[in-house]
């Protein structure tokens, strides 16, 4: 469809409602957004505390690694069956259910005595998010119609950018602070008291009463994808500490072969609501999107993983100097998010092969930066205009591709194509803290700096390789009833 008539990310549409739409639609939309932050902020608000983390409960770097990859996991393991309970029992009521577990699990997060609790409760904390995500995407397919949903998804792209920054700033802020004397875990528990708040104005804001999905929901299937995404990342990330063992090879292989099979199977049974529907694959924009979106997600937690570790550990920067840093690079997504709409309604998929260029530039900036740092406390300002550059791709990469991979699905289908969308973000954020942790913690011997080093060249690559496959993605966005291919 075309976007080239769209204001403004952000923006509501200033045209009167469709017919029938629903009068609450973007206070729903806003309460939504909020819920969805505490993922996106999640995700990231734990990097910058991550050394503080290391120091209180005695955690190594497998152990710090895992903080970060249980949540992520949790996450990606519970995302698409969350999409289809989404379709069958009913949005609102699934989206609530999450909400309420995920401050359950803060909780437990910011209450844990030693590091195996807390990846616990991180783990729990990922599933919980899970269920409400794949709600929100997906009610965003029926609130709004086709000319308001650009600029929905927009604003949603648009925090989901801006949500890894204020999420490490966020986080150095409350460790610094240190409130009651909680330190780290005041980052966990504040997200207690903004949950309660999304469940009071969610029950009186959010609509009810879509048309469900019928069918018995695969939760064998389901297992055998957890177990299958576990299988892929556990050998990752201890197989460093191991000596890379044969036992962990193997167990990825199976990992990887599960997947195929999950599918094929499903497949030949005529599952009603399979976990990896084939119909949804031969879509080019889907598949090309799904590729997209792990490798571009690998590449940015991997690297924010070892950049804040390297900023306090090996520069000598505070929770909140790291976190004020890292304000330059949301600043470059805060330039880019106005334009974007605009720019992908006039030139297409060209915006985000562009965007993925832009950001191996400006990571290739910060690159050169940290190879010229000194041994303490480098200056920020070699840094920041790499971390701005690199803030401005990531917003003309990310936030249209939302838009473009889920407007070529049906309806029925939203709920679990928003699962196994969501996936791919999580699971290559997870990936990309496992392969990109490995390089940074094997390099650490040589020193921190060495490590960063090597660790933002897989960055790099990884954005040139996320700009090879949008040319796979179809030239124009694809309408409502298009085909996608």
Not at 61 to 68: E, F, G, M, N, S
Not at 87 to 114: E, I
Not at 205 to 214: D, K, L
Not at 259 to 271: D, I, N, P
């Amino acid at each position: 469809m075309s976007t080239s008539s769209r204001t403004a990310a952000g923006a509501p549409s200033p045209t009167a409602p469709a017919p029938g739409a629903h009068p609450k639609r973007w206070a729903a939309a806003v309460v939504m957004i909020i819920a969805a932050l505490m993922d996106m902020i999640d995700g990231s608000i734990v990097n910058t505390a991550l050394p503080s983390i290391g120091r209180g409960l005695g955690a190594g770097a497998a152990q710090l690694q895992w903080t970060v990859s249980a949540y992520m996991l949790g996450f990606a393991s519970a995302l698409i069956i969350a999409g289809h309970l989404g379709d069958r029992y009913g949005r609102k009521p699934v989206f609530l259910t999450g909400v309420g577990l995920f401050a359950l699990a803060s909780l437990a997060s910011a209450t844990a005595p030693g590091p195996g609790t807390l990846i616990a409760a991180r783990a729990l904390q990922g599933v919980a998010a899970a269920v409400l995500l794949p709600q929100v995407l997906a009610s965003f397919r029926t609130l709004f119609d086709e000319k308001e949903r650009g600029k929905v998804f927009a604003v949603y792209g648009a925090m989901a950018g801006l949500a890894v920054a204020a999420g490490v700033l966020l986080g150095g802020v409350l460790t610094d602070w240190n409130l009651f004397g909680w330190g780290w875990r005041t980052i966990f528990a504040v997200n207690v008291p903004v949950a309660l708040v999304v469940l009071a104005l969610g029950t009186a804001w959010i609509p009810g009463g879509q048309e469900r999905a019928r069918g018995r929901i695969d939760l064998v299937g389901n297992l055998v994808l957890a177990a299958s995404l576990v299988a892929i990342v556990l050998p990752l990330v201890q197989g460093r500490d191991n000596g890379w063992p044969l036992w962990g090879w193997l167990l990825l292989a199976a990992g990887v072969l599960a997947l195929v099979a999950l599918s094929v199977l499903e497949a030949r049974r005529g599952v009603a609501h399979p976990l990896l529907p084939v119909a949804l694959f031969r879509k080019a924009a889907f598949s090309a999107g799904l590729l997209v979106q792990l490798v571009f997600y690998g590449g940015m937690s991997g690297f924010m993983l070892a950049f804040t570790i390297w900023l306090q550990n090996g520069q000598g920067y505070t929770p909140v100097q790291a976190g004020v840093l890292m304000v330059a690079f949301s600043g470059g997504t805060i330039l880019s998010a106005p334009m974007v709409d605009d720019l992908v309604g006039r030139l297409g998929r060209t915006v985000l092969v562009l965007g993925g260029l832009v950001m191996a530039g400006g990571f290739a900036w910060v690159h050169h930066a940290t190879q010229h740092a000194g041994a303490q406390h480098t200056g920020a300002w070699p840094l920041v205009p790499g971390l701005v550059v690199a803030g401005i791709g990531l917003g003309l990469l990310i936030i249209p591709l939302v838009n473009i991979v889920l407007s070529a699905v049906p309806d029925g289908l939203a709920g679990g194509a928003s699962g196994i969308f969501s996936t791919a973000q999580q699971f290559g954020g997870a990936l990309g803290v496992a392969v990109i942790g490995n390089v940074f913690f094997s390099r650490a011997g040589h020193g921190l700096t060495d490590a960063i080093s090597h660790a933002a060249l897989w960055a790099i690559g990884a954005y040139l390789l996320c700009a090879v496959l949008c040319f796979a993605l179809p030239r124009r966005a694809v309408g409502d009833r298009t085909s996608g291919a």
